[in-house]
């Protein structure tokens, strides 16, 4: 966005919208100035975000602002530069660590990082603009979008591209004429835009058709639409997931020694937990889950400490399929190579529910977080027993059933009550359901059916039952007395 050093920067929220309340309980504040900083999302710069600004002389302010929320997640960035230059940019967090960048210097524009994004600020003229669109198409003929916007006597052409400009790439644009600037933004998302990519399915339909023609598990078909989503490899596949899963493990093997700071209401105690599964003293066995809920809480925990954890699908779910899939692959003895096949049945099925819409409790409350997530993970655990994709498909359809309508009501704005034991619980109904559908249970309703409802339930939750700290636990004498002990340890940290 700049040209120059960042030297200020000035966040704002909408005053009636979900972050004004939210932001700090979620860490908003240090995961603005980390990528403010430059730091990419999976680094672990967070606890050290603000001490890294200051050393480096950038000033980051956060307050709210008088704009409307025209969506729950709206924040106005005002960027200067140590050479005076002034950018504004509005924003939106999407659900599960994605953000869409939505206008810029009163430009509209649709950014949300899987592209080289090529900024061209020329005049607004439209016999100008038609000659120059003209001629960066033939330049640029293997573009992923192309889009334009005017402001005034300004207008914007926005180029969407898998690779970077050359510095050839750069003269040919400058030889156009009349052009003011030409600004890069560089992806931050794994997989980058393919628009030309032919899925092999989109819905839980296509899904089971096509595991009827050829004949295919519910991990393989996970990995043909990866394949053909991001035109990496199998082996390129299976070994991201690899990597996916060594994080959520060495996260949770953190938590577990209650060595973390969770700067909340509550204090670490999976490892607790974990220990009374083991003696038995005061636990009733619950047989794999001994291991699985422990393990969704530790997650969840490490999260609150900001650790690195994986949004699966979001970060308010970040603890059920580690718990389900992992945990209860760890204690079924499972293998790596299984375990990543049970991850690729989650991940499936995340992408079938989702098709139409986003993971954003800010939109659809809990259900889309803890209990898509516990759907996910219902599939996984099908997949574990040598269910049918019908079987996984049928497990996570009865999952949504039984969380349909769940709030979103973080206390104090932190993801940990009752965010932490939600997770637990969808870790548990995730075993329930693959149990019960395995066992010849049938949910009727099919996957896609289920999905659409959940989402149709979330739009008509009123506001102050998704993640606004309007309602729910929020409102309650002790939620609204633990708001303010919150607020006042986080007035003391500034």
Known sequence: MLHHNLKKATVEFARDGAYINMYRGQRSNYGFTSGLLGYRPESYSLHNAFTEAKKRNVEILFQEGDFEATVPNLARLTLESDCGEKVTVYSDSTGG?????????????????????????????????????????????????????????????????????SPADIAAIKQIGSIEDIKIIEPV???????????????????????????????????????ARSGWTSDQVIFYMKKMIDIM??????AMTGNIEMNGIIKPTAGKISEGAKNGHTWIDMGVLNTAVPWSIATMEYSSAMGKVLCAPTGGSAGVIPGAILGIGETLGLSLEEKVKGMLAAAVVGIC??????????????????GAASAMAAAGLC???????????????????NILGTICDPVAGLVQVPCISRNAMSTANALVCANIV????????????SA???????????????????????????????????????????
């Open 383 to 401: 997949y574990f027993m040598g269910g049918t994709v019908k079987q996984s498909l049928d497990a996570a359809s009865c999952a949504i059933q």
């Open 438 to 449: 395995i066992n010849g249970f049938d949910p009727c309703i099919p996957l896609d059916e």
């Open 249 to 254: 493990v060495s996260g949770i093997h953190e």
């Open 97 to 165: 660590g994605t953000v869409k960048l939505l206008n810029i210097d009163g430009f509209d524009v649709s950014v949300v990082g899987d592209c080289y994004e090529i900024l061209i600020f020329t005049e607004n003229n439209e016999d100008f603009l038609a000659a120059a669109i003209d001629k960066l198409n033939n330049i640029f003929a293997d573009n992923e979008g192309f889009a334009t916007s005017s402001s005034g006597e300004k207008a914007l052409i926005n180029i969407k591209r898998r690779s970077n400009l």
């Open 452 to 494: 659409e409802t959940m989402f149709r339930v979330g739009k008509q939750l009123p506001p102050e039952l998704r993640c606004t700290c309007m309602g729910g636990l929020c409102t309650t004498p002790t939620g609204i007395r633990l708001a303010k002990e919150q607020d006042e340890r986080n007035n003391n940290c500034k």
């Open 353 to 370: 529910m989702a098709k139409d819409y986003n993971y954003s409790a800010e939109l659809y409350g809990c259900q889309v977080e803890p």
């Open 189 to 227: 998302l794994a997989v980058l835009s393919n628009k030309n990519c032919n899925v092999p399915f989109k819905s839980g339909e296509e899904l089971l058709a096509m595991s009827v023609e050829e004949g295919k598990e519910i991990w393989e078909l996970a990995i043909d639409y990866e394949c």
